[in-house]
């Protein structure tokens, strides 16, 4: 078995915790590899070596699970980086909220071992796909959501909208999300958008800062393709995947759709929804 670790470098409250971690999966008996440049941090901070052996995302290595350590942002990271490979991720949370992890690194060996057991579930969740007619894109895929943004302009920019190649309507505002289920308590709660059980099979369109009231989020079916033609006074728009951000000249075409691969979430088997929106997000208090 071969586990890889993700992880970024503001670690200093879980460096003893992570490197325990570490010890036992090779005490084990378990191949553990660790992203190139989170062991060479883990390594300066600790003064000492680690029972593993480094690795770059640039050459994908093949393993049977992902952990990543952190919050979200190393979570969206990992899954950047070994969805393609239909590699299953374990979410540690070394951060603050952590709302995609499943455990603290106290508890993730113990994960660790109900996955070698088969104590687990896996929760398949939808990514999105984005292209443009006008920029190659090197990382095309998101878990949480592509949001088209004004850039450079304090005025509102107008983006047509097709659901299915049929006209829906003009966005006019500071931009549009479009999110899947699992990103719908991201940027698409913060923009008023609805929230949504992970494993529901849709999207959500949720305009930011819309200049009319009738402009309100919208749920479709995730076989819809959306397409955006975008116009704004400045020569180009943003466009994020997950928080990663380029620039698109103005009238070129964003479309999106579901992508043909899915994120494996391991959850423990006692894992439900309701108690996740309870515990992490204070849900009716």
């Not at 930011?208 to 975008?230: K, N, Y």
Request: hydrophobic fraction near 40%.
């Amino acid at each position: 078995m071969k586990v890889l670790l993700f992880g970024n470098n503001f670690q200093e409250q879980s460096l003893i915790g992570i490197k325990t971690l570490v010890d036992r999966i090779a005490q084990r008996g378990i191949d553990c590899a660790v992203e190139a440049e989170f062991y060479n941090y883990l390594t300066q901070q600790l003064g000492e070596e680690l029972p593993a052996v480094p690795f770059g995302c640039d050459h994908p290595v093949e393993a049977d699970l992902a952990i990543s350590l952190g919050g979200d942002g190393t979570f969206l990271t990992t899954v950047m980086w070994v969805a393609e490979h239909h590699i299953p991720i374990v979410g540690v949370n070394t951060g603050h909220l952590g709302y995609l992890t499943t455990c603290n690194v106290e508890g993730a060996y113990q994960m660790l071992e109900c996955f070698i057991n088969g104590e687990y579930k896996i929760d398949q969740r939808t990514m999105l796909c984005v292209s443009c007619d006008e920029v190659e894109i090197k990382h095309p895929f998101a878990l949480n959501d592509i949001a088209i943004l004004r850039c450079d302009t304090s005025s509102m920019i107008e983006m047509e909208t097709t659901l299915r190649e049929l006209p829906l309507t003009t966005y006019k505002g500071d931009g549009l999300v479009v999110s899947t289920p699992t990103g719908s308590t991201a940027y698409n709660m913060s923009a008023g958008g609805p929230i949504i059980e992970p494993t529901a099979s849709c999207l959500v369109l949720t305009p930011v800062s819309p200049h009319s009231l009738t402009m309100r989020p919208l749920v479709v079916a995730d076989d819809a393709t959306v397409s955006v033609v975008t116009h704004s006074r400045a020569g180009h728009y943003l466009v994020s995947l997950d928080g990663e951000s380029f620039t698109c000249p103005r009238g070129s075409t964003i479309t999106i759709s579901k992508a043909p691969i899915k994120v494996l979430v391991v959850q423990p088997l006692h894992h439900n929804f309701a108690t996740t929106l309870r515990h992490k997000l204070s849900w009716g208090i």
